[in-house]
């Protein structure tokens, strides 16, 4: 078992071994490391199986830099506070 955050090394590896296998019909492992939405880009394209197209890659790939690059996570604690502050409006008024 792994402690810790994966490093991009491990992480790339992880993404580039459950790519090969979302294109080949299989579904995204468990405990891969991988984000929310980079593994459902992955699903987009085990769904899609067999027709992957390159788009579909594509889009799997830049969600997949989105992990990398911290934005993926950005826009998920923006959302969030969203989310809590308007709970607290709807909670205060």
Known sequence: MRSGRPSDQQLRRSFES????????RGVRT?????????????????????????LVESARRAFAGQ?????AARWHVEL????????AAEEG
């Open 31 to 55: 405990a891969t490391g991988l984000d929310e939405e980079t593994e459902e880009a992955l699903w987009v394209i085990a769904r899609a199986y067999p027709d992957v197209t390159e788009e």
């Open 81 to 88: 506070a969203r989310k809590i502050a308007e709970r607290r």
């Open 68 to 72: 990398l690059d911290g934005s993926n």
């Open 18 to 25: 459950v790519l090969g296998d979302v294109s080949a019909g």
